[in-house]
């Protein structure tokens, strides 16, 4: 039965790849990235080696509590991606709860990404093990680390299951995730401010709080590599039975409760609320205006994407003013323009979001300048919230950098990187167009197989936007700040002209586009 599921598992990936060179070329990519990173990790960890023995043990515990915060967090924000994720999935196969748990653990060890998870932590071994002994327990003590991440991953992502497929756990695990992102930065944060006492004192603590969880006493296993190694793993493999047996009653428990996200209940309007409608112009650019601002309001995956863009931005802010207080005018164009490329990503596929039903426009539209017409609502409705939002982020890190003033030159280029982000999107969604998955899931850029085409296209609308900002943002560097007031009637001509160009383009090719963006996932 484990075999069969991962065969299936492996079934499932081959067919999905089978004729789409998209999703064959985006699996090549992960299966590169995952590489990559096995290589990387395992050379780092390897490299603590020759640290002291103190440091690198607790070094290394730290990294084991990291790689098993990280396989709790990664699958909940791929739920509604990997269908392997959701128990409901399998609640029709007849199958004892056993039998499941036991063919999704198998499920889980199989594929690119995971076997590099195992790779990179026998670089612990490396890092900790002296002599035959640490050798010997070394083995199973990264194969009860990896196996402690699956289980653990599998507990919180079946006990967590019903509440993601609603609306409201959708917007709960944003919020989560990036309150999470947070205080991984902490310690970049704490460092550019300045610790007050000293790292190694302060690493030193961190590994005595570490020393008794599991990741701890796995790394302390391969460090003493004797008896008291032994019964450290025994401890170990024995939390990984407990957290076995916690799943197994939590994927039974799923899989006889009802399905909240299909429970009654609709939005309702109150009395009083101002609708948005009466300050949008009438006609098709109105009505695209407020679609749009309705997506950024309700629906998960547009919320997520202002609120990443927001949070990354006063993180990065905050990084590139450290304890001395030195700052220059690029500590307040950096975080401002970043912010405004990452705004500006989201029109890099803009007729993602609509899905299937883009195809009610693509009757509609008897011109391209209906299409024109319909990208200058989305950028339109892109503007209403982005600017203000950069204008907040401008002042925020020109007064971190102490000169309010640098706000009235980062303002304009990032309005101006805005325009011009919206016009390269407006290119590459009518000629690089890609699925977004279902609804279930706020972190998804793209449908499975599809992540590599999501990442090229993003990589290229960056890039690209880079490079016709830079007549602009160079010499207002180079000390010409009076330069910032074109950078607005630069963007707008940029916005524009992609929007024309861009219309002209997918007008022709309006069959291929909502075929593209109606890929069952």
């Known amino acids: 039965m484990t075999w069969l599921f991962v065969r299936l598992k492996l079934s499932l990936v081959r067919g999905g790849l089978r004729g789409d060179f998209g999703k064959q070329a ?9 590489l990559l990173a096995a290589v990387a990790g395992f050379a780092l960890l390897s490299l603590i080696r ?43 196969f007849p199958l004892t709860t056993r039998q499941l748990a036991t063919g999704m653990l198998a499920a889980s060890a199989a594929g690119a990404w995971p ?25 199973p003590a990264v194969v009860l680390q990896f196996a402690f991440c699956l289980t653990a991953s599998r507990l919180v992502t079946t006990a967590l299951s019903g509440v993601l497929r609603t609306r409201r756990g959708r917007d709960l695990l944003a919020v989560a995730a990036i309150f999470v992102v947070l205080l991984v930065q902490l310690p970049n944060l704490l460092v550019n401010r300045g610790l007050s006492g000293d790292p190694t004192r302060i690493l030193a603590s961190v590994g005595d709080v570490l ?23 025994i401890v170990v493999t024995m939390s990984v039975v407990v957290l076995g047996w916690l799943w197994i009653v939590a994927l039974r428990h799923a899989l006889v409760r009802p399905d909240a ?77 970043m912010a405004a490329v990452m705004i500006g990503l989201q029109a890099a596929n803009s ?40 204008a907040l982020v401008s002042l925020f890190a020109a007064l971190l950098a102490g000169d309010a003033v640098w706000a ?3 303002a304009p280029i990032a309005w101006g990187v805005l325009g011009v982000a919206m016009g ?18 706020a972190f998804s850029g793209a449908a499975p197989g599809q992540g590599g085409q999501a990442f090229a296209v993003s990589l290229a609308t960056t890039l690209v936007t880079g490079v016709l900002m830079l007549p602009v943002v160079l010499p207002v560097l180079f000390g010409l700040t009076w330069w910032a007031v074109l950078a607005v009637p630069y963007g707008v001509a940029a916005a524009w002209a992609g929007r024309r160009i861009a219309a002209g383009v997918g007008f022709a090719r309006l069959p291929e586009i909502v075929a593209a963006i109606s890929r069952p996932t």
């Open 26 to 34: 985006g699996f090549v990519f992960s299966l590169a990235a995952a």
């Open 50 to 92: 020759l640290a002291p023995s103190g440091v690198a043990f607790d070094l290394v515990a730290a990294a084991f509590a990291m790689f098993a915060v990280g396989w709790i967090i990664v699958p909940l924000t791929a739920f509604g991606l990997d269908e392997t994720l959701d128990p409901a999935r399998l609640a029709v």
């Open 115 to 139: 076997i590099a998870s195992l790779a990179a932590l026998f670089g612990g071994m490396v890092a900790l093990a002296h002599g035959p002994g640490g050798v010997l327990l070394g083995v």
């Open 211 to 233: 020393r008794w969880t599991p990741p701890g006493l796995a790394a302390h296993a391969i460090a003493d590599g004797g008896l008291v190694g032994v019964a450290e793993l």
């Open 261 to 337: 996200s299909t429970r009654s209940g609709g939005s309702v309007r109150r009395p009083g609320r101002v609708s948005i409608g009466r300050f949008l112009p009438d006609g098709m650019l109105g009505a695209v205006v407020a679609k749009e601002l309705k997506y950024a309001g309700r629906e998960p995956r547009g919320r997520v994407n202002w609120i990443i863009a927001l949070f990354v931005t006063v993180l990065i802010t905050l990084s590139l003013h450290g304890q001395d207080g030195r700052a220059g005018l690029g500590s307040v164009l950096g975080p401002a323009c």
């Open 351 to 390: 007729f993602g979001i609509d899905g299937r039903s883009l195809w009610m426009n693509a009757v509609a539209f008897s011109t391209p300048r209906d299409m024109r017409t319909d990208l200058a609502g989305r950028h339109l409705a892109m503007a209403v919230i982005g600017v203000p939002m950069l």
């Open 408 to 410: 009235l030159v980062a």
């Open 424 to 441: 390269v999107g407006a290119l590459t969604s009518v000629t690089s167009p890609y699925t977004y998955p279902d609804r279930l899931n």
